[in-house]
């Protein structure tokens, strides 16, 4: 290790009876890489953003992305909720920044803390209070003193309370990054000069902010000495910083992407994500950042964008529910650890790159005549290769890279995937893996929304109204009333045909003519305006008109909001209808019911399937805005998405002519035990007695794996080799899960996937030796040879081993 460039702070802190040694870590960088005390790293980053779960989960998230070969966990900062009113702070709850940091410390990982404070990260209003766009003469993100004034405050705000807790590296703490702004260099040009103004005033400000630890700005090629501009993408391997005394670094390497209402899901297939990082290190990357690594829940109204959905799954290595999405996070999992074995070479050697053929090309990297290790792509997408290199012949399927850590041995190759695959537990197995029940039994009672402007605090306008103005963001609903006077005599009880149109921003409105709905019009993520075009009746005389104006965003409001029907105390409240004819599909109405708390610690959901579009709260705390009743087209999905060739977020589709979203994720520690409240608020009608619990009280998980694979990563030991030389299957439930059943284990020549397993022409058995080796333990490992599992059929080469099993918790 080179001394002269590690910094060490070694002071004692005195608390009580007993001392703690602090250890100050330095960090710097330099044209290859972060240097942390002295030693340049390969880091692996992911996205975890605080408040899209509780605190609770924390934890064991962050035990997953270090188990999942994760260096630092990184997070934007939310101004919006961190300082609701002006001078007011709020730091509680899921919104605790110090306890994650310090949560992130204790699991052995870095931070990358992206105070912003502009984040947009499908987050409302981008991360900016809402009061910020009502301080006279202010305008965002360029050099206007009064933002900049406001900017600055909040930089500091921020930076003080991670000094104030000791958390920056060069405290002890894990702080080892820090970035402003947010890909202002896609917006730049907009602002003419004042952008280039602002963004070097941005710069001086936050290194003036004296962190200790080096600054980012993504996405801003411009981004001014000694601030590190970083790549956000899909790929990076062709990116270079704007100076050559600046490390490559990748600050949003996208798993999948964000889910919209009336859109089909988003997945990103392991392979084609593997592929992008091993290219990124091959050519010289060594800091990478997975956005999402654990996308979480858009808990309340914290979505932001037009129609995002509630779940930020994001097809993440973790899921919504902190499940680990498989084969997702053990692929990485491998790939991180190849990596890993490459990080001398890697950090210390400038590449030498080969051309091995069309498409074709080596990278290697040669630390000492010893030292040496080689990335061997083939970036083709529809052609496997067989390449010559160092004298060896080397397998490589399209659209992967191997790595070879001593440039000999090939241990990894993006395209093989050997870790274990995970069920969705909404497709086959639902009724073995979810425990469902009705809430039809629970008593349900109903309070009916007054349609139209319904208190004193209304005012006339000409027109429709710029919404965010009006409702300063406090509610997504503003109440339009009018009235049309048809002159012509019509006789009693008859009517006249009359068409209305209403051309609207955004994002969705519901019209009634005399108290009657006539039309629901909304848009898209896309193009969030619409026009609404409806026939009416109209009967002579006044007529009123009522438009419902929502925001997924002039009265501001619903009166069951400014009751409050969604707290607890006014659960009891007389001012909910109890009976037994419970109002079916009926717009704006609030429903209301208790229900016990499943047992155990399995993830909660809500099943909303049978609703139309609304909110829903447990026990007061608001769970997310829903709507089930918005299909997305029923074309552009592949299930089976082609990995090989370039990725984009419409590439891989699944649930065509599906609701984005039909389950709402319920936080564990937001249940007590016994009954608990959910008030549901109805926008356009729905079926509340369809509504379900969800427990998810099982897992189907599979593994297949050939003769011919590699042994796992993990059991290359950098002087020795490959431990042994026979691949393994392994499977792992949960923790606090166990393998309750094998439902097949075949070797041989087995076909199908999980969850569709079939036999082979070729065919053993090997349920016993499985169910033996497997049974009742939370992680298993079968080693995959003719040795262990027999030899069904002596003239076929390549056989595999292909096991289901279910997982369960202990009873
Ligand atoms: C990026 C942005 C992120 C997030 C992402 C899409 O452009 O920096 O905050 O919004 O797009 O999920």
């Known amino acids: 290790m080179n001394l002269s460039r590690t910094l060490f702070i070694v002071f004692l802190l005195f608390e009580g009876n007993f001392c703690q040694r602090v250890v100050s870590t330095s960090v710097i960088y330099d044209s290859k890489a972060l240097v942390i005390d002295g030693k340049r790293r390969i880091l692996q980053s992911g996205s975890v953003h605080y408040p899209r779960t509780t605190p609770e989960v924390w934890p064991e998230i962050f035990r997953k992305a270090k188990e999942g070969g994760l260096d630092v966990i990184e997070t934007y900062v939310f101004w919006n909720y961190h300082e609701p009113v002006r001078g007011e702070y709020y730091f509680r709850g899921r919104f605790d920044l110090v306890r994650f940091v310090k949560e992130v410390k204790q699991a052995g990982l870095f931070v990358h803390l992206r105070i912003g404070p502009y984040a947009c990260a499908e987050w409302n209003y981008g991360g900016f209070p809402i009061w910020l766009h009502f301080i006279p003469g202010i305008q965002f993100r360029t050099t206007n003193n009064i933002f900049k004034k406001e900017m600055e405050l909040f930089l500091s705000k921020i930076v003080n ?5 000791n958390l920056f590296a060069t405290q002890g703490g894990p702080i080892i990054l820090a970035q402003v702004e947010n890909e202002y260099g896609n917006v730049e040009w907009a602002y003419g000069i004042g952008g280039q103004l602002y963004i070097k005033w941005a710069a001086e400000t936050a290194v003036g902010l004296n962190t200790t630890v080096p600054w980012v ?9 000694p601030i590190i501009n970083t790549c956000n993408g899909f790929y990076c391997d062709l990116f270079t910083p704007n100076s050559p005394s600046k490390p490559k670094m990748w600050t949003e390497n996208y798993v999948g992407w964000f889910l919209a209402f009336g859109y089909a899901v988003p997945f990103r297939p392991v392979e084609d994500l593997a592929f992008a990082v091993a290219r990124f290190f091959e050519t010289g990357g060594t800091f990478q950042n997975y956005y999402m690594y654990f996308g979480g829940t858009n808990f309340g109204r914290t979505a932001g964008g037009p129609l995002i959905a509630t779940s930020y799954d994001y097809d993440a290595p973790i899921n919504e529910y902190g499940f680990v999405n498989q084969p997702k996070w053990g692929h990485l999992r491998d790939l991180h650890i190849a990596i890993r074995h490459c990080e001398e070479p890697l950090v210390n050697a400038n590449a030498t790159q080969i051309f091995l053929g069309k498409n074709l090309e080596a990278h290697v990297y040669h630390k000492s005549s010893k030292e040496c290790a080689a990335f061997l792509a083939n970036y ?15 397998f490589l399927p399209a659209w992967s890279v191997s790595i070879l850590p001593d440039c000999k041995n090939v241990i990894f190759n993006t395209a093989k995937v050997v870790s274990q695959t995970n069920l969705d537990n909404d497709a086959l197995t639902w009724n073995i893996t979810m425990h469902e029940s009705l809430l039809s039994s629970s008593p349900w009672s109903w309070y009916k929304e007054k349609v139209g402007i319904w208190g004193n605090n209304s005012f006339q306008a000409s027109g429709l109204l710029e919404q965010i103005n009006i409702t300063k963001d406090t509610s997504d609903f503003l109440w339009y009333t009018t009235s049309i006077n048809v002159n012509e ?3 009693k009880n008859q009517t006249k045909e009359a068409g209305l149109l209403i051309g609207s921003l955004g994002h969705a409105s519901l019209l009634f003519v005399n108290e009657r709905l006539v039309g629901f019009g909304y848009g898209n993520h896309d193009d969030a305006s619409f026009m609404l075009s409806v026939k009416v009746n109209l009967h002579s005389g006044s007529n009123r008109i009522d438009v419902l104006s929502m925001m997924v965003g002039l009265q501001v409001g619903l009166e069951g909001e400014f009751l409050g029907l969604e707290n607890l105390t006014l659960a009891n409240s007389s001012i909910w209808t109890k009976g037994s004819a419970m109002p079916n599909n009926q717009s704006l109405i609030w429903y209301k019911t208790v229900f016990l708390a499943p047992e155990g610690k399995a993830p909660v959901s809500l099943n909303l399937a049978s609703m139309g579009k609304g909110q829903a709260w ?20 592949s299930e089976s998405c082609d990995y090989r060739g370039t990725y984009d977020a419409s590439k891989c589709l699944k649930k065509c002519g599906q609701p984005a979203q039909i389950l709402y994720h319920v936080p564990r520690s937001w249940l007590q035990p016994g009954e608990n409240l959910l008030v549901i608020h109805e926008e356009i009608g729905g079926d509340p007695l369809k509504i379900s619990l969800l427990t998810q009280n099982g897992q189907v998980i599979c593994g297949r794996v050939s003769e011919d694979d590699l042994p796992p990563t993990d059991t290359w030991e950098p002087s020795v080799g490959f431990v042994s030389t026979i691949p393994e299957l392994r499977l792992a439930c949960e923790p606090g899960w166990y393998i309750a059943s094998i439902h097949f284990a075949s070797f041989g020549t087995p076909e199908g996937k999980c969850g569709a397993f079939i036999p082979g022409s070729c065919h053993t058995n090997v349920l016993s030796i499985v169910q033996k080796i497997c049974f009742g333990k939370q992680r298993c490992s079968i080693s995959v040879s003719e040795a262990k599992l027999g030899d069904p059929c002596p003239d076929v080469m390549k056989k595999s081993l292909a096991v289901e099993a279910l997982c369960r918790a202990l009873e």
């Open 380 to 394: 083709g997408n529809f052609s496997d290769a067989t390449v010559l290199f160092k004298g060896n012949s080397y």
């Open 618 to 637: 447990v026990n007061g705390q608001s769970i997310g805005r829903y709507w089930s009743s918005y299909l997305s087209p029923s074309t552009g999905c």
């Open 217 to 225: 700005m993504c996405a801003q090629e411009d981004a001014p000495d």
């Open 489 to 491: 005599k019509i006789k």
């Open 161 to 165: 309370l991670m000094k104030d807790e």
